[in-house]
Nanobody, 113 residues
Framework: VQLVESGGGLVQPGGSLRLSCAASGFTFSRYSMSWYRQAPGKERELVALINSAGGSINYADSVKGRFTISRDNAKNTVYLQMNSLKPEDTAVYYC???????WGQGTQVTVSS
């Protein structure tokens, strides 16, 4: 199992980023996927999750209305569109095969002026 995140970076408050997680080594379309984040000095927290077909989605209250999780099973990729970013969104963002110990290496998102 391999999960590779990309798309992080430095963005000003109010800006947008789109994270991608390319999956390999398993049948991607059979598994729910999730995005987590971990800010300095804080525990890792669930940001969003999506079921295998993409029909069931949940978000942390802190990102509802601003972030959108989606997936393309043909490309074995899960996305996180982040809009209206705030400084408190600064964290390392991780892709996870939901409920398992399979994690990507993370991608840094920094929201700062």
């Amino acid at each position: 199992v391999q999960l590779v995140e990309s798309g992080g970076g430095l963005v000003q408050p109010g800006g947008s980023l789109r994270l991608s997680c390319a999956a390999s080594g398993f049948t991607f379309s059979r598994y729910s996927m999730s995005w987590y984040r971990q800010a300095p000095g804080k525990e890792r927290e669930l940001v969003a999750l999506i079921n295998s077909a993409g029909g069931s989605i949940n978000y942390a209250d802190s990102v509802k209305g601003r972030f959108t999780i989606s997936r393309d099973n043909a490309k074995n990729t899960v996305y996180l569109q982040m809009n209206s970013l705030k400084p408190e969104d600064t964290a390392v963002y991780y892709c996870n095969r939901l409920g398992t110990g399979y994690w990507g290496q993370g991608t840094q998102v920094t929201v700062s002026s």
